[in-house]
């Protein structure tokens, strides 16, 4: 059974930066496409960010510019570079992971997430 296992959560003040790192066990193939969601109280969970194999990245916009997954060809892990962190950017952040693609928003493994706080 494939596990997601994410670190890197904190605390940071607002205009800081925290990066976030999520690796997959229980599985001997890579996993096609890994990225990240989060979710705020009260809010649904929503999509972040994403790379699939071979390097291609998805982003939502409100990330887009601020949020980076780094290039790194460490089989089934994912790391989430997070820059100019807003309040409003506090969240539970979720890794998810897919055996393949192409979407960017199906996924069949979650981790249990890392909290992501951001003061002003």
């Known amino acids: 059974q494939v596990q997601l296992v994410e670190s890197g959560g904190g605390l940071v003040q607002a205009g800081g930066s925290l990066r976030l790192s999520c690796v997959a066990s229980g599985t001997t193939t890579r996993l096609d496409v890994m990225g990240w969601y989060r979710q705020a109280p009260g809010k649904q969970r929503e999509f972040v960010a994403a790379r699939a194999t071979g390097g291609s990245t998805h982003y939502a916009d409100s990330v887009k510019g601020r949020f980076t997954i780094p290039e790194d060809n460490t089989k089934n892990t994912v790391y989430l570079q997070m820059s100019s962190l807003k309040p409003e950017d506090t969240a539970v952040y979720y890794c998810?992971?897919?055996?393949?693609?192409?979407?960017?928003?199906?996924?069949?493994?979650w981790g249990q997430g890392t909290q992501v706080t951001v003061s002003s």
């Open positions: 998810a992971a897919a055996p393949s693609g192409p979407s960017w928003y199906e996924y069949d493994f």
